[in-house]
């Protein structure tokens, strides 16, 4: 069984139980809500069988004795109004105890029931007979016969009636006891197989909790004994791992561990025996390393006086490369000012010939603007003749008209006068628009001219920028290719430092490497004593 439940994972196994303990609460839930609804059914049977049964009988019982007691009042009423309202009243008492006894009819009967209400039914009529010739005997002012049929027939009749409906009444409590006790014993019997139930639920909950620590703990238990027995050093332990759940992992996890461990340990006795062969091996190299050292010192020595008459011949190039590149850097300078300057006498000459056409623009606007003019000239020459025509026909008309026409004619003269004086001006207005328009057309041939100058010598100038140009971009070449020079020559005598420095380095490596060497056969015979220690420490695991 525990095998069984290992397949699963703990996850899995932990919401199944939760699943199952959930189920069993449901059931254990739906059995006492199903409990809860018999014991309301049989509540609301015993309401509607034998406590309403009882309460109408009772309510149908009082209705018949408020009757009869109205029927001592209606006997003693002195007045016949006073009868009529007892009359009513009585009507209604019947009327009441008649529904309540129709409902209590509705009702589930037994046949004692059935038998005691129809004598109750037959009783009624009876009684009701009585009570009326009482009524009658009292309506007619007849009191003592009244009396006698009150006290009389109607009262006999009325507690055979009563009588009735008692035996009604205490048989329905009958019932609602034998009822009651009934439900006792249901409840009584529901109550204890809830019990019996929450029993069996309790116990199958524990029965699965201790399944589910049972299928923990027990791999637990054989990973604390794995542990147990690396830590004595107990490599050889049987694997044993069943199930597929995540401890089954992990045993398998210890097992793989021990394995490797295991692997490790055998690897390191077999590392230990070649060391103890090793170590011999290395006194023997030591020894070599001490006579290969000092033929190596030896050697040092030559290289050494090579390298420093190499690194003199380096620095003297390397001042040389210095020399050249400061006289290329100031040649590169220069025409590099040079290229400066031209570029902005470039830059001069556009400027001067925009403004120079923008002249020639305005001048050529001034030269249409005076033409404009000299059109409006005309236009009013041509206005200044009409206007003295006019003036003259006017004269003319004014001569006619005699004495009336006189002042007329004085205008007109003055008229005249301003046309001549009109014309007159707008003839040296022309005059002096044609100057202006050849003096115009002059200057706007002079700036062309001037413009295409000073395209020229835009041309020119860029011409010579570029070749300045040219120049400067050679310059930086040559710079760059001494510059190259002189990094190379200077890395030439840095590396020339540097294998001095070297050859100075391995002397002194050698003179450390024969100290090296006879320490070696010291720390040779302090790693056998290691070999030893480490076989030792291998050995406390059992493989």
Known sequence: MNNLIRQFSIKVRLIISFLLVNLILIGVGLYGKQNTSVINDMLNEMYINNLTPIKDLANANMQAIYHNRSLFDYVIEPTQAGMDN??????????????????????????????????????????????????????????????????????????????????????????????????????????????????????????????????????????????????????????????????????????????????????????????????????????????????????????????????????????????????????????????????????????????????????QGLFDDITRISQISVMIQGVADQTNLLALNAAIEAARAGDMGRGFAVVADEVRTLAARTTQATQEINEMLQSIQQGATGAVKGMNTCADSMDTVRETTDHSSNTMAQVDQSSRKVVGLIQEISSMLHEQAAASQLIAQSVEEITQMSVENVAAAESVNHDASQLTDIIQQLDQGIRFFKV
């Open 86 to 363: 007892i009359a009513r009243e009585m009507d209604g008492y019947e009327q009441q105890m008649q529904g309540l006894l129709n409902k209590y009819r509705a009702t589930e009967l037994t046949d004692t029931e059935k038998t005691t209400l129809a004598q109750a039914d037959r009783a009624w009529p009876i009684y009701k007979e009585s009570a009326k010739k009482a009524m009658a005997a009292s309506y007619a002012n007849d009191n003592d016969a009244a009396v006698k049929l009150m006290k009389g027939e109607a009262a006999a009749n009325f507690k055979v009636l009563d009588d009735q409906l008692s035996q009604l009444v205490e048989f329905n409590e009958q019932l609602g006891t034998k009822a009651y006790k009934d439900s006792d014993v249901i409840v009584a019997d529901l109550t204890a197989t809830t019990y019996i139930i929450l029993t069996i639920s309790v116990i199958l909950s524990l029965l699965l909790g201790w399944l589910l620590s049972n299928s923990i703990n027990q791999p637990l238990v054989s990973i604390m004994e794995e542990i147990k027995q690396l830590a004595a050093g107990y490599l050889t332990a049987k694997d044993n791992s069943e199930g597929n759940d995540e401890l089954t992992q992990m045993q398998l996890s210890m097992i793989n561990a021990r394995r490797s461990l295991r692997d490790i340990v055998s690897t390191m006795q077999h590392a230990a025996e070649g060391l103890t062969a090793s170590s011999s091996q290395l006194v023997a190299a030591a020894q070599q390393v001490n006579t290969s050292s000092q033929q190596q010192s030896l050697a040092t020595a030559n290289t050494a006086a090579s390298v420093e008459e190499l690194t003199t011949s380096v620095s003297q190039l390397s001042s040389f490369a210095n020399q050249a590149n400061t006289v290329v850097m100031e040649s590169g300078e220069i025409a590099h000012a040079g290229e400066e300057q031209v570029k902005r006498a470039s830059q001069e000459v556009v400027r001067v010939t925009a403004a120079v056409n923008d002249s020639a623009k305005q001048v």
